[in-house]
């Protein structure tokens, strides 16, 4: 019955940190018996059963209930699983958008090792613009969790074909993280290669392209401040 997997994944962060507090006396429980339900049901035919477990997972996530070892054993293959070109539509873009949440959870070097690649495949998904839009809308978060040199080398290419996407929802969405992708990159960068690409955005074909690129105008041209003499610098908080 669906509605009980469904509750059963609103006790489940409950029941980890029970078994954190007490993990002298029970100190494999969470890993061996709970987490892989709880991967398990992102793949659940049932979308309220997919929803909780979603939340779930990034709960733990979150409250660092879920080891380091368990992330990169566990989570990340599932995840990199659903998002395989043959799975199914609504679980691929849902897997999408977890990893994309749960990278500043778990940090630079899983992300970059485990998630950057998948992350970079799924921004080419020709077939399901859906994939491509929740790939444009955490775009940003991606970049400043890898840092320079990878946004630079990996995702800058991406997003130049997601800001140019025929969708215009997906270039919308590039709009509107186009300042955080600019503080991960260097200033050279953001003179020659991104301030090009925003007025491609301004002018866009679309008024709500342009209306959302009009709304980070005045948070991309901060990033070009220069704290050391103007006293000014971005501070996201």
């Not at 659903?82 to 630079?108: F, H, Q, R, Y």
Request: aromatic fraction near 8%; hydrophobic fraction near 40%.
């Amino acid at each position: 019955e669906p509605t009980v997997r469904a509750e059963l994944m609103e006790q489940v962060p409950h029941i980890a940190m029970f078994c954190q507090e007490n993990r002298p006396s029970i100190p494999y429980a969470f890993s061996k018996y709970l987490l892989p339900i709880v991967v398990r049901y992102l793949a659940d035919q049932n979308n309220q059963v997919r929803k909780t477990s979603q939340a779930a997972l990034l709960v733990l996530l979150e409250q660092e209930l879920i080891e380091r070892y368990d992330v990169e054993t566990k989570v990340c293959p599932v995840l990199i699983n659903l998002t395989a070109p043959d799975s199914n539509d609504d679980v691929k873009t849902e897997a999408v958008a977890i990893m994309c949440k749960m990278a500043s959870m778990v940090g630079k070097d899983i992300t970059e090792r485990l998630v950057l690649p998948r992350f970079c495949e799924m921004c080419c998904d020709c077939r399901m613009f859906h994939v491509r839009k929740v790939c444009a809308a955490n775009f940003g978060d991606i970049c400043s969790v890898v840092g320079q040199q990878a946004t630079e080398e990996m995702l800058l290419p991406r997003f130049f074909q997601l800001c140019s996407d025929n969708v215009w929802g997906v270039r919308k969405a590039c709009a509107e993280c186009f300042m955080a992708v600019s503080c991960a990159t260097s200033q050279e960068v953001r003179r020659t290669k991104l301030s090009a690409l925003f007025i491609n955005l301004i002018s866009d074909p679309s008024r709500w392209v342009r209306q959302a690129a009009f709304q980070s105008l005045g948070p991309f041209i901060s990033t070009f401040a220069n704290p050391s003499s103007s006293g000014q610098y971005f501070k996201e908080e």
